[in-house]
């Protein structure tokens, strides 16, 4: 009997600044050993979520180059989609990313868009991030 097999966490960051795209893909591969894409194509974020296919994503907040069906979204809106009632079998669990956030927002953020956590950016604490990124997909797969 062949021991059961684990396939890594699929997550997909939705972030339009490469730079942070970078790390946080760099960190969650080589400490998380997770399968990482990244984009900023609402449609294809909608797309897979509705498939099943992505275990969490990490949302930028602050989008400014991302559609949905034509029309404009940040990553509140963006993940309102995504966990929507009847958006798909098995919603992945979101965790929010700004950089711009004052006092109140984290509390703010989750409220308005039902997302499971929320990190801060930049990315000082890499293993905490990779934490918090698993936290969100078992809260996802949960849901």
Known sequence: MEPP????????????????????????VRLGGMSVDVTEDGDLVVALSERGELDAIVMDVSLVRTYVGGEPVDGLELTRRVLRPGAGSRRPGVL??????????????????????????????????????????LAGRGA
Request: charged share 25%.
């Open 96 to 137: 929010l990313a700004t950089a711009h956030a004052m006092h109140g927002d984290p509390t703010r953020f989750l409220a308005e868009s039902g997302a499971d956590g929320y990190v801060s950016k930049p990315i000082l604490d890499g293993p905490r991030f990779v934490d918090e990124v698993r936290r969100v997909a």
């Open 5 to 28: 097999t684990h396939r890594p966490l699929r997550v997909l960051i939705v972030e339009d600044d490469p730079g942070n795209a970078l790390l946080m893909k760099k960190l969650l």
